[in-house]
């Protein structure tokens, strides 16, 4: 993107591989929006707007830097916190970018943003390698990037830690200074919305230590009741070892918008809830083939239950059926705050 003539890239704005990766990068978005993010948008409006949301905060657990599928499902969102294993990271410095290291840089950025564009995710392993130190170490440069290429428009980063009570504020200051960052706010909003919306993510396990250390899940209860998204999460939340932020996501959640990797179906089958299927449910990919819900499956042979989705996202994209699964809440959450779970 065009930098302030005063910029620290201006110098490097006119070579070579800074124009080669400029071009290749708005053809790649500009398809993006095309053939993926418009028909997601159209799904948005369509199958979503209607719903008559009770909150304004909206949680990605398992997410990565995916803040721009986010953003498209729920974008009047005020509040959205996303959370993972991996860092947080930090913005690098100008030096590292100079004309000997330009090309090998951004080829860096090519391969690490192509998961988001060519299979509507980012895969585990190669976040482990990319954002640890490869390309960035964490995921903030990646997240402002999409914010940035989707028009909105960055007003403040502030890197964070929570309390015991779940209060989030300023890290604590040591000497020297800590490189790990624990959770970063991001404050942005729209080309055309003035409307100030709150990015939160933290770097955080969600799997036992959700329990054992409740500061997280108190966070989250302060916040309300959220509408829950979670896709491509490696079928985590079907074990017993994430049950902590299942039990999270079933007792507090509006609705919850997922594919076949989040809340295994069956607990969706009670009065609790009203459930809506889209696209054409299929086996999961390897290594997660055992994991096939024949519940699931039985349930999309039912033509009144399913919808056309439009577009493909999730494991296998392109070159399997995509499905997902819209759960509203038909009973009123559990609004206890106490933080246990």
């Known amino acids: 993107m065009p930098g302030r003539p005063d910029g620290p890239f201006h110098a490097l704005e006119d070579t070579a591989p800074w124009k080669a990766y400029a071009a290749e990068f708005d053809s790649n978005w500009n398809q993006l929006q095309n053939d993926q993010m418009k028909p997601v948008d159209?799904?948005?409006?369509?199958?979503?707007?209607?719903?008559q949301h009770t909150g304004q905060y909206v949680f990605y657990p398992f997410s990565g830097p995916d803040v721009l599928y986010l953003t498209h499902f729920f974008p009047t969102g005020k509040v959205m916190v996303m959370a993972g294993l991996e860092p947080v990271g930090s913005l690098r410095v100008t030096q590292r970018y100079n004309a000997k290291t330009l090309d090998r840089e951004l080829n860096g950025w090519k391969q690490s943003?192509?998961?988001i564009f060519e299979r509507s995710f980012f895969v585990t392993s190669e976040m482990d390698s990319e954002f640890r130190g490869r390309v960035a170490d964490g995921l903030l440069p990646m997240i402002l990037l999409l914010l940035e290429r989707s028009g909105d428009s960055i007003e403040q980063v502030d890197y964070g830690q929570l309390s015991a009570n779940g209060k989030f504020g300023p890290e604590e200051q040591t000497n020297p200074p800590t490189r790990k960052h624990k959770a970063v706010r991001i404050r942005f909003h729209g080309v055309s919305d003035s409307t100030r919306r709150t990015l939160y993510y933290f770097s955080t396990d969600l799997g036992p230590a959700f329990e054992k250390n409740p500061s997280f899940a108190r966070f989250l209860d302060s916040l309300g009741t959220p509408d829950t998204m979670v896709k491509s999460a490696q079928f985590l939340l079907h074990w017993r070892m994430c049950s902590g932020v299942r039990h999270y996501i079933l007792a507090k959640s509006n609705l919850i918008l997922q594919d076949d990797t989040g809340v295994p179906y069956s607990y969706f089958q009670n009065a609790a809830w009203q459930v809506q299927l889209?696209?054409?449910?299929?086996?999961?990919?390897?290594?997660?083939?055992?994991?096939?819900?024949?519940?699931?499956?039985?349930?999309?042979k039912d033509g009144s239950k399913v919808r056309p989705l439009g577009f493909s996202l999730g494991y296998g994209a392109g070159r399997r059926p995509s499905s997902l699964i819209l759960a509203v809440r038909a009973q009123a959450p559990d609004r206890s705050s106490d933080g246990s779970h």
């Not at 086996?283 to 083939?289: E, G, N, R, S, V």
């Not at 096939?292 to 349930?299: E, G, S």
């Open 42 to 51: 159209a799904f948005q409006k369509r199958e979503l707007g209607p719903i």
């Open 113 to 115: 943003v192509s998961s």
């Open 278 to 300: 889209y696209g054409e449910y299929s086996a999961p990919i390897k290594p997660f083939k055992r994991l096939y819900q024949k519940d699931l499956a039985q349930a999309f």
